[in-house]
């Protein structure tokens, strides 16, 4: 990333658990990632569903029904998918000046010391993202043995990703790290997934066999964002080799494998081809509308305990 950088916030969002969420009460993660971050001159925030509500972005954090919950992913279902996700991160970008950062991270930094280490020099790992786009997410996995048909619905592959070969098997971009740039560019694509995540249908598992027959577990918000960028690849929106960086569980930096590339195939000029843009043409602009006046509230402090 080679624009000039004035400010870096960190923000995150956590559990607290009764009386105000379903979850586990992290508070204490929180707390020692926000001393992590401020001891580095950062900017910090911290996200929570009573402070989702607040902003009227409750839709974000409701609670589905038991029969969608996740044997990988406990608890997800509690808290909306997390289709919250891209909205902090808009949320968070509006406050910030031009080309400023806003990098997003999972909380749980006691449970998973990789999220930790990224944490401990922000500029190395700012750094370490490489200058692919205005917009990063790191790739999951060195190999691919993690690819997109495995952790999606049928729903989401057929219509979000367009059923390509190269859709299904691109490699699995992990949501728990995001660096996102203050721009158009970047600001467009969190869009894009905030309004696809508001969609059920595109948000919830699939209960009837609905999926690829690689499929293995669904991943929501995760997928969602994954195809997109398939999509804006193949569409020529995005770099061919995005996004080819990827950090591991033990944050330890790597250079995946890039042999889904093979499968690339440019769909712009196929009979009956939508793009991506003028196919969700709806739901952007209301993920647009959407976003008017919740982003451009400040976050709530943090009340005390009793409140509700």
Same mark, same amino acid.
Request: aromatic share 10%; charged share 20%; proline share 6%.
């Given at each position: ?143 691919? *043995? %993690?690819? #997109? ?7 989401? /592959?057929?219509?979000?990703? =367009? ?88 944050? *330890? %930096?790597? #250079? ?7 499968? /690339?195939?440019?769909?712009? =000029? ?39």
């Amino acid at each position: 990333m080679q624009a000039m950088i004035t400010r870096i916030k960190v923000i995150t969002f956590h559990t607290e658990g009764f009386p105000h969420d379903d979850g586990l009460p992290l508070d204490q993660s929180m707390e020692d990632l926000k001393a992590l971050v401020l001891s580095q001159g950062c900017e910090f925030e911290a996200y929570t569903p009573r402070k989702l509500r607040a902003l009227g972005a409750e839709d974000l954090v409701q609670r589905y029904d038991d029969k969608y919950a996740l044997p990988k992913n406990p608890g997800l279902h509690t808290i909306g998918m997390c289709a919250w996700k891209p909205f902090v991160l808009l949320h968070a970008l509006q406050s910030m000046n031009k080309n400023d950062l806003v990098i997003y991270t999972d909380a749980n930094i006691g449970k998973y010391p990789g999220l930790r280490v990224a944490m401990e020099n922000i500029p190395e790992f700012v750094a370490g993202t490489g200058d692919v786009h205005d917009f990063f997410v790191g790739r999951e996995c060195e190999d691919q *043995r %993690r690819k #997109v048909a495995q952790h999606a619905s049928g729903r989401q /592959i057929v219509e979000i990703g =367009g059923n390509t070969v190269f859709s299904c098997n691109f490699p699995m971009h992990i949501v728990n790290r995001i660096v996102s740039r203050n721009t158009p560019a970047a600001k467009e694509i969190l869009l894009y997934w905030l309004a696809l995540c508001k969609v059920q249908k595109f948000i919830l598992p699939p209960l009837v066999g609905d999926h690829h027959e690689e499929y293995r577990w669904f991943c929501p918000e995760q997928s969602v964002l994954n195809l997109i960028l398939a999509n804006l690849i193949e569409e020529g929106q995005l770099p061919y080799y995005y996004s080819t960086i990827g950090f591991d569980r033990a944050g *330890r %930096r790597f #250079v995946g494998d890039n042999s889904h590339l093979s499968c /690339i195939s440019a769909p712009i =000029g196929r009979p009956h081809y939508i793009p991506f843009r003028q196919r969700f043409a709806k739901e952007i602009a209301e993920a647009e509308l959407y976003t008017v006046t919740r982003t451009a509230q400040p976050l709530p402090v943090d009340g005390a305990k009793k409140a509700a």
